[in-house]
C-alpha cells in the first residue's frame, strides 16, 4: 500500500512538470537573458590551437621569458615545463628562467640542455628539442635523496602505531627522503614518545625505543552538540558523548539532574583502545524525555594495571565532568531556502537552528515543454554561529535556456525574538535579505536583487502552525515579466535611484518530527511610487514534503510549486532534493 502511494506521488510530480495554461511560462522564458549585455549573446570566437610560425632565433641569442600556464593559453606556442613535486629551479642550457609550473617562450629552434634542481632531490638533466611554432609539454618526476632508519619499539607486549611526520611506518629499516623529521611512537596503555630525527643521504640512522608504561586517566571529554533536546527526530535528539583514557581499565557514565540527582548511567565495557564513547537520548530510563535544565555529565573510571598505581594491586579510581542544557525550544527541523530565507518555499518561519546545528540542502525542481523548460536548481546552508542567530545562504542556476544562464546568490540573517513553546503558542522573528539576481527579469523564487527586510510570525499549536512574513525590499530595479529590465521609477514616472515593494507571505506547516509537510503563497505588491495595491503577475505557491528516514541525518524532499496569473495563466514545476542536517 505505502508503495503504491509512493508510486502515485511520482506520477503527479511528473504529471505536474508539464502542467501549463496561458502565456506565463512564455513570459518567463522571454524574460531571461533580458538584462545581459549584448556581447554576452553572440556566437563563439574560434581561437586556433597552432599559432603561425614566428622567426626562428639562435638560443643563445635570444631573450627566455617565463609565465605562468595561466597567463598563457594553449593557443600560445612555447614549452610547459612541470615537475612532481613542484618548485623545482628551472635552467636552459645553465640559464636560470623560473621554477616550475611555468611557460616557456621567446626561443628558437634546436636543442637545449633542460635542467631542473630542488633540494631534497636529485638534480635532472635531459636534452629537449624546440620547435618555436608548437606547444609542448613536459612533466619531470624528480628522484628523492633519501636515507634510512633503523627502529626497534618495546616492549614486545605493546602495539605501537607509528609515524614519521604524517607517514605511517612499521619496526624495522624504512628508507625516508633526507632531512629533518618528527618521529612518533604511541601506543595504548603507555606514554607517548616523540622526538626529532636528521635523515642523511645513504646513511642509517639506529633508534631503540623503549615506552614507559602510562598513569591512568581520563582526558578530552566531549559532546556532539552544545544543547539536546530529546523531543527531536532521531539522531537530532541524540547526544554522543567521546573522552579518551589512557590505559586498561572500567568505567560509567552517569547524568545527574539540576539538584544532583541521578537520572541515568551507563556501565562502559573493558576499556581496550584510547577513545571511547557512549549515546545518550535525553531520557529517563523510563523513555520519558528530560524536563529542561542543565545537567552534569559525569566519566568515571577505574584500573588496576601494573605500573598505574601507586601499589600494586590498589585501585585507581579517575572521573571527568562537563555540563549539557536540555531545551524543548531548541528545534532542529528540516526547512528550505527557496526564497532566501529558511523556511516553506514561499515564506520564512520565526524559529532558528540551536548553536551548533547546520542544515545544507540541494533542490531541484523542474518545468519541461515544447518553448522550453525552467530548471531552478539550489545548493542552500544555513547554520547559527551565535545562539538565536541563523545565518542562511543560497545559490540557485535557473537551468533551461541555451542561450543564458540566470543565477542568484544571497545571504540573510535571521534573529530569533519569540521562539514558540513546544506545546504552542506564538514565534516572532526579524530578517534581513541581500540577494543578486541576473539572467531574468522574472521573480520566480520571489528572491530579487535587493535589500529585504522581514518578520516572520507564526502561531503553533501542536503540530500545526500558521505562518505569516511581510517583508519590504529596496532594489535598484523591478520586476518585468515582459522581456526588458526596468529601472526604478518614481512617483512622478522620473528614473529613480531604487524601487522598493512589498511580499505578502503566508503559510500553513505540519511538523511530525521525521515528517514536515507545508503550503505556502507569496504576493507581490506593485512598487510603493505607483501607489498601494498588488501585483497582478503572478502569484507564487507551492507545496513540500520532508522526511528524516530513520538513524540517519539525510532529509528527503519532495516539492511543487508555479506561478498563477489572472491574464497570463498559470505553470507547474515538480521535483525533489536531498540534505544534511544536524
Same mark, same amino acid.
Given at each position: ?7 502515485? &506521488? ?9 502542467t ?28 586556433p ?12 641569442? !635570444? %631573450?627566455a ?7 598563457a &593559453?594553449? =593557443? ?5 615545463? $612541470? ?23 621567446? @626561443? #628558437? ?7 631542473l ?7 635532472s638533466?635531459?636534452?629537449?628539442n624546440?620547435?618555436p611554432? =608548437? ?23 605493546? *602495539? ?18 633526507? &632531512? ?7 601506543? @595504548?596503555?603507555?606514554? $607517548?614518545?616523540?622526538?626529532?630525527i ?11 625505543v ?32 567521546g573522552?579518551k ?5 572500567t568505567? *560509567?557514565?552517569r547524568i ?38 542543565n ?14 598505581? +601507586? ?26 531556502? @527557496?526564497s ?9 518561519t520565526?524559529d532558528?537552528?540551536p ?5 545544507? *540542502?540541494?533542490? /531541484? ?8 523548460a ?17 545565518? $542562511?545562504?543560497?545559490? %540557485? !542556476? ?7 544562464? +540566470?543565477?542568484?546568490? #544571497? ?16 514565534? /516572532?522573528?526579524? %530578517? ?9 527579469? /522574472? ?10 527586510l ?15 512574513d +511581510? ?16 529601472p ?10 531604487f ?7 503566508a503559510?500553513?506547516m505540519?511538523?511530525f518530527?521525521?515528517?514536515?509537510s507545508?503550503?505556502?503563497a507569496s ?9 498601494? #495595491? ?24 519532495a516539492?511543487? /510549486?508555479?506561478? @498563477? =496569473? ?17
Amino acid at each position: 500500500m505505502k508503495r503504491a502511494a509512493l508510486l502515485a &506521488g511520482v506520477a503527479v510530480l511528473l504529471v505536474s512538470c508539464a502542467t501549463t495554461k496561458g502565456s506565463l511560462f512564455r513570459s518567463i522564458a522571454a524574460s531571461q537573458g533580458a538584462s545581459q549585455p549584448a556581447s554576452a549573446q553572440t556566437g563563439p570566437t574560434v581561437v586556433p590551437t597552432t599559432p603561425p610560425p614566428g622567426p626562428a632565433q639562435p638560443v643563445g641569442q !635570444a %631573450t627566455a621569458t617565463a609565465q605562468t600556464p595561466q597567463a598563457a &593559453g594553449q =593557443s600560445q606556442a612555447g614549452l610547459k615545463i $612541470d615537475s612532481q613535486p613542484e618548485g623545482a629551479h628551472v635552467y636552459v642550457n645553465d640559464q636560470y628562467i623560473g621554477d616550475t609550473p611555468l611557460f616557456y617562450t621567446g @626561443f #628558437g629552434a634546436g636543442t637545449v640542455r633542460l635542467t631542473l634542481e630542488r633540494s631534497g632531490f636529485y638534480r635532472s638533466d635531459q636534452w629537449v628539442n624546440l620547435d618555436p611554432a =608548437s606547444y609542448a609539454t613536459i612533466t619531470v618526476q624528480l628522484q628523492a635523496i633519501t636515507g634510512y632508519l633503523s627502529l626497534s619499539v618495546g616492549p614486545t607486549a605493546a *602495539e605501537p602505531q607509528i609515524t614519521v611526520d604524517t607517514q605511517i611506518i612499521q619496526p624495522g629499516i624504512t628508507q625516508l627522503p633526507i &632531512g629533518p623529521h618528527t618521529l612518533t611512537v604511541s601506543a @595504548f596503555g603507555y606514554e $607517548d614518545f616523540s622526538t626529532p630525527i636528521d635523515i642523511q643521504p645513504h646513511a642509517t640512522v639506529s633508534l631503540s625505543v623503549q615506552l614507559k608504561v602510562a598513569a591512568f586517566r581520563l582526558a578530552d571529554l566531549t559532546l556532539s552538540r552544545p544543547i539536546l533536546n530529546p523531543a527531536n527526530p532521531g539522531q537530532l535528539g541524540e547526544l554522543a558523548i567521546g573522552f579518551k583514557v589512557s590505559g586498561p581499565g572500567t568505567g *560509567e557514565v552517569r547524568i545527574l539532574s539540576p539538584d544532583g540527582q541521578t537520572v541515568w548511567q551507563k556501565k562502559l565495557p573493558p576499556f581496550v583502545r584510547r577513545s571511547q564513547g557512549v549515546e545518550w537520548n535525553g531520557r529517563a530510563p523510563d523513555g520519558s524525555p528530560l524536563p529542561d535544565g542543565n545537567y552534569r555529565i559525569v566519566v568515571e573510571g577505574s584500573s588496576e594495571a601494573p605500573g598505574a598505581l +601507586p601499589a600494586r594491586g590498589a585501585l585507581v579510581t579517575r572521573s571527568i565532568e562537563t555540563t549539557i542544557p536540555i531545551s524543548s525550544r531548541a528545534i532542529i527541523a528540516p526547512r528550505s531556502l @527557496f526564497s532566501g530565507t529558511s523556511g516553506l518555499l514561499f515564506t520564512a518561519t520565526p524559529d532558528v537552528l540551536p548553536l551548533g546545528s547546520f542544515e545544507v *540542502e540541494v533542490l /531541484a525542481l523542474a518545468h519541461v515543454e515544447s518553448i522550453g523548460a525552467l530548471v531552478p536548481l539550489q545548493l542552500g546552508v544555513r547554520f547559527t554561529p551565535v545562539s538565536g542567530l541563523e545565518i $542562511d545562504a543560497q545559490g %540557485t !542556476a535557473e537551468i533551461g535556456n541555451p542561450a543564458v544562464t +540566470p543565477y542568484a546568490i #544571497g545571504a540573510a540573517a535571521k534573529l530569533s525574538l519569540l521562539q514558540p513553546a513546544p506545546q504552542g503558542g506564538f514565534g /516572532a522573528a526579524a %530578517t534581513a535579505k541581500v540577494t543578486y539576481l541576473t539572467g531574468t527579469t /522574472a521573480d520566480v523564487l520571489t528572491n530579487f536583487t535587493g535589500l529585504s527586510l522581514g518578520a516572520p510570525l507564526e502561531y503553533r499549536i501542536g503540530p500545526f502552525a500558521l505562518l505569516l512574513d +511581510p517583508e519590504l525590499i529596496l532594489s535598484p530595479f523591478q520586476v518585468s515579466y515582459q522581456g526588458s529590465l526596468e529601472p526604478s521609477t518614481s512617483a512622478g514616472g522620473g528614473q529613480a535611484a531604487f524601487s522598493s515593494w512589498g511580499y505578502a507571505r503566508a503559510g500553513l506547516m505540519l511538523d511530525f518530527g521525521t515528517v514536515m509537510s507545508g503550503l505556502s503563497a507569496s504576493l507581490r505588491t506593485l512598487p510603493f511610487a505607483q501607489g498601494l #495595491g498588488l501585483d497582478p503577475v503572478p502569484l507564487e505557491a507551492g507545496w513540500e514534503l520532508h522526511w528524516l528516514p530513520p538513524n540517519s541525518n539525510l532529509v528527503l524532499t519532495a516539492a511543487v /510549486a508555479g506561478e @498563477f =496569473s489572472p491574464t497570463l495563466g498559470y505553470y507547474l514545476m515538480a521535483g525533489a532534493g536531498i540534505g544534511l542536517l544536524h
